[in-house]
C-alpha cells in the first residue's frame, strides 16, 4: 500500500526565503504526483504535476522535482512571500487505480 | 484550467437529517469523480471512487449506505449523508479527473456540520 510522507510538517520563514518542502513515497510504481495548495477552509489548488517519466517542473516561483527511484519529490519555493502562507499537500497516482495518495501536508507560514 | 464547482461550501443541519452536496466540472466532462474527507489539520483520506453511469467504490471503512454517491452524468456527482451525525462533521471535498494522465482537480469543498 502506497504510503507517502511530507516533512516538516509545519515551517516558519522570514519573507525572502529561499525554501524546499520534502514528499517521499514508498511505491516508486508511480503514475504521476501533483503538488496542491490548501488554504484554510478552502479546497485544493493544484500547482505542479509531474508525470513518471519527467524529472521536473516548473512553474513561477515554483519547481517542483521527482526522483522515482529514491520515492522523493521536492517543492521548491523561491523567494517566499507571506502570501505564499499555506498548506502545501503532496499527492500520489499510482499505476494501480487512479486514487490519490495524500501526504500529511506541510503547513508553512511566512513572516512580513 | 479546468473548474469544478461544489455546492454548498458551507451547511448546518440538525442530527438526523440527510444532506447532499453536488460537484459538477463545468468546462470538461469527468467520467471519474472522487470524494474525500478531511478532518482539522489532517490530510485529505479518499471515501469512494464515483464512475458516471455505475456505483461507486467505496474505500474500507466508509458506510456506503450512510454516504450514497451518484454519478448520473459527466459533469455531475453528488454526495448524500444519510442521518447525520454530529461525527460526520467534516470538510468535504470532490475532484474529478479530465481527462487520461491529467491531474486531479478539485473543487472548493463543503464544509458539514452536524449539529
Known amino acids: 500500500k502506497q504510503e507517502v510522507t511530507q516533512i516538516p510538517a509545519a515551517l516558519s520563514v522570514p519573507e525572502g526565503e529561499n525554501l524546499v518542502l520534502n514528499c517521499s513515497f514508498t511505491?516508486?510504481?508511480?503514475?504521476?504526483l501533483q503538488w496542491f495548495r490548501q488554504d484554510p477552509g478552502k479546497g485544493l489548488t493544484s500547482l505542479l504535476l509531474?508525470?513518471?517519466?519527467?524529472r521536473e517542473q516548473t512553474s513561477g516561483r515554483l519547481n517542483a522535482s521527482l526522483d522515482k527511484s529514491s520515492g522523493r519529490s521536492t517543492l521548491y519555493i523561491a523567494a517566499s512571500q507571506p502570501g505564499d502562507s499555506a498548506t502545501y499537500l503532496c499527492?500520489?497516482?499510482?499505476?494501480?487505480?487512479?486514487?490519490?495518495?495524500f501526504g500529511g501536508g506541510t503547513r508553512l507560514m511566512v513572516k512580513p | 484550467g479546468a473548474v469544478v464547482s461544489q455546492h454548498p461550501s458551507r451547511v448546518i443541519c440538525k442530527s438526523g437529517t440527510s444532506v447532499k452536496i453536488e460537484c459538477r466540472s463545468l468546462?470538461?466532462?469527468?467520467?471519474?469523480m472522487f470524494w474525500y474527507r478531511q478532518f482539522p489539520k489532517q490530510s485529505l483520506m479518499l471515501m469512494a471512487t464515483?464512475?458516471?453511469?455505475?456505483?461507486?467504490?467505496?474505500e474500507q471503512g466508509v458506510e456506503k449506505d450512510k454516504f450514497l454517491i451518484n454519478h448520473a452524468s459527466l459533469t455531475l456527482s453528488t454526495l448524500t449523508v444519510t442521518s447525520a451525525h454530529p461525527e460526520d462533521s467534516s470538510f468535504y471535498i470532490c475532484?474529478?479527473?479530465?481527462?487520461?494522465?491529467?491531474?486531479?482537480?478539485f473543487g472548493e469543498g463543503s464544509r458539514l456540520t452536524v449539529l
Open positions: 475532484s474529478a479527473r479530465a481527462q487520461t494522465g491529467q491531474g486531479l482537480f
Open positions: 511505491d516508486s510504481a508511480i503514475y504521476n
Open positions: 509531474i508525470q513518471s517519466s519527467q
Open positions: 499527492a500520489v497516482r499510482t499505476d494501480a487505480g487512479n486514487m490519490l495518495t
Open positions: 468546462d470538461f466532462q469527468a467520467t471519474t
Open positions: 464515483s464512475n458516471e453511469g455505475s456505483k461507486a467504490t467505496y
